[in-house]
């Protein structure tokens, strides 16, 4: 199980309601010592074991000459032994799932909601390395967890350069300019250029990103629950209705009429809560690394057996999970993609869980929604059997 951060400090005067209020999606923010201890459990080592996984989304960036070169991981395993001595960064996305102790650094960002957290990206550089100058689309807290790095932002926005890769844009005017050491945290809102350069060798940043979702991936999936919904039953699926029309005097023309029905077919789409709750929902829970699923799943009465004997169902590090109350009584839960229908209190109480007990089976086994949604998260593997300390040793 995680641990919780250390709750976020702001600079004298302000709280997460200014933040919320003058900063966030607004303007930068730099906050001196906001999470002390932020990270200090990972080593240079541990950084470069995952960046030779073969499922981990790490790159290298080296600096040749003023230019960046991008190397996309897998890399071989012994690409790191021999780092070229020019300024290097190796960039690995979703250290969460490798690192799950980095997932206890969300918490000191709850004063936003967890469903707009995109992942943890780990930087760890060589004194002068950096990915040069770039905008981001996502709100971004970078955290200073080892050495010193150098950034700079703000200015306006140029051009992108030729080479995309890192998103850099062709110039670079910054207007502010600050050296972080550990535990200070830069927050930057999307499209605000910047660049970070280590100061030193050794220089972790730890990125928290949260990503917005963009139109075409919600309306994508409002098309997939739409099909799914009326799949069966087409013959009662909604459609444009014109009766009582005008007479048309040019059979050719769409005209503003008929637009004003077509839209009028999508927004009663989009009034069904239940519909667009699912649509956000299952968009929004799709894990970067999605859990893989256990060989075999033990029966409800084998697995309440084994929880009792001191088992517990431990949440995969990946794994997103979220709630939308429909009513007093209902609620959908998001899990990994996917959504079901359970009792409100039981959503709310599991979204939130790193660990299922045999307490928490005797609170919920008998009811066949809840029951149902356990069972699911087991053969997914959003939670997979763990051993107690007694079946370890």
């Not at 995309?164 to 300019?177: C, D, G, I, K, Y």
């Amino acid at each position: 199980m995680t641990n919780s951060a250390k709750p976020f400090q702001f600079p004298n005067g302000y709280s997460p309601e200014t933040f919320l209020e003058s900063y966030w999606q607004n303007q930068p923010l730099l906050c001196r010592n906001a999470l002390e201890g932020a990270g200090k459990s990972l080593t240079d080592e541990e950084i470069l074991e995952v960046a030779i996984q073969d499922v981990s989304d790490a790159r290298l960036i080296t600096m040749e000459d003023g230019k960046h070169e991008v190397e996309q991981g897998p890399f071989p395993l012994d690409r790191f032994d021999i780092l070229p001595t020019t300024p290097w960064t190796v960039l690995i996305q979703s250290m969460e799932v490798w690192q799950p102790g980095l997932q206890g650094l969300q918490s000191a960002f709850d004063f936003l909601p967890r469903w707009r957290f995109d992942d943890v990206m780990v930087s760890l550089s060589s004194a002068h390395g950096g990915v040069g100058p770039h905008v981001d689309q996502y709100d971004v807290f970078l955290v200073q967890a080892a050495g010193r790095r150098r950034w700079s932002w703000g200015g306006p926005v140029h051009r992108s350069a030729e080479d995309v890769a890192l998103r850099q844009v062709s110039r670079f005017e910054p207007t502010e300019n600050a050296d972080l050491e550990p535990g200070d945290v830069l927050y930057l809102p999307p499209g605000v250029p910047h660049e970070g350069v280590a100061l030193s060798d050794g220089a972790i940043t730890i990125s928290i990103g949260f990503r917005a979702p963009g139109i075409t991936d919600l309306i994508g999936h409002l098309a997939d629950v739409v099909a799914e919904t009326w799949d069966d039953a087409v013959e009662v699926e909604p459609r444009y209705g014109d009766a009582g029309r005008d007479l048309s005097r040019d059979p050719w023309l769409v005209s503003s009429t008929d637009l004003t029905g077509l839209k009028q077919l999508l927004l009663n789409a989009l009034g069904d809560e239940e519909l667009t709750a699912r649509a956000l929902g299952e968009q929004i829970s799709m894990p970067r690394f999605p859990p893989e699923a256990p060989e075999a799943v033990p029966e409800p009465g084998e697995l309440a057996k084994l929880l009792q004997a001191g088992w517990r169902l431990e949440r995969w590090a990946g794994s997103r999970l979220f709630h939308h109350p429909l009513d007093a009584q209902r609620a959908l839960l998001f899990v990994d993609g996917f959504s079901l229908p359970v009792p409100v209190e039981f959503a709310a109480w599991v979204a939130g869980q790193e660990t299922i007990s045999a307490d928490a089976w005797r609170d919920w086994h008998q009811n066949p929604d809840a029951l149902l949604a356990i069972m699911m998260m087991v053969g997914r593997g959003t939670f997979g059997l763990v051993p107690g300390s007694k079946e370890r040793a």
